[in-house]
């Protein structure tokens, strides 16, 4: 069976940083695409990043383009979630998800096939 593992949740300060993981194991590591989404509660879960695989093209969702950073290991079988200068209205479960989306299924829900379980962030004072 196929699971994500998305360690590197925490509280955080506003300002401060913090780095995600998103692992796989069960099987070799070749997906399309990792995205990484995140929800609060009583909202849709939102798009936060995505990168190929292969190629390493990246994408971001609007509000947090500048200060997160998707990037990936291969040799790790990992994808990792860098965020600067977290905000209050950052906090949230973050969850990574696996797939093969074509460029219109990028950011959606949709593109994806396989989620991890999400961590918590939450930025307080």
């Known amino acids: 069976q196929v699971q994500l593992e998305t360690p590197g949740g925490g509280v955080v300060q506003p300002g401060g940083s913090l780095k995600l993981s998103c692992t796989q194991s069960?099987?070799?590591?070749?997906?399309?695409?990792v995205g990484w989404f995140r929800q609060t509660p009583g909202k849709e879960r939102e798009f936060v990043a995505a990168i190929r695989w292969n190629g390493g093209r990246t994408y971001y969702g609007d509000s947090v383009k500048g200060r997160f950073f998707i990037s990936s290991d291969k040799a790790r079988s990992a994808v990792y979630l860098q965020i600067d200068r977290l905000q209050v209205e950052d906090t949230a479960v973050y969850s990574c998800a696996t797939g093969r989306p074509i460029l219109s299924s990028i950011a959606t829900l949709g593109g994806y096939t396989n989620w991890g379980q999400g961590t918590q962030v939450t930025v307080t004072l």
């Open positions: 069960g099987r070799t590591f070749d997906p399309g695409a």
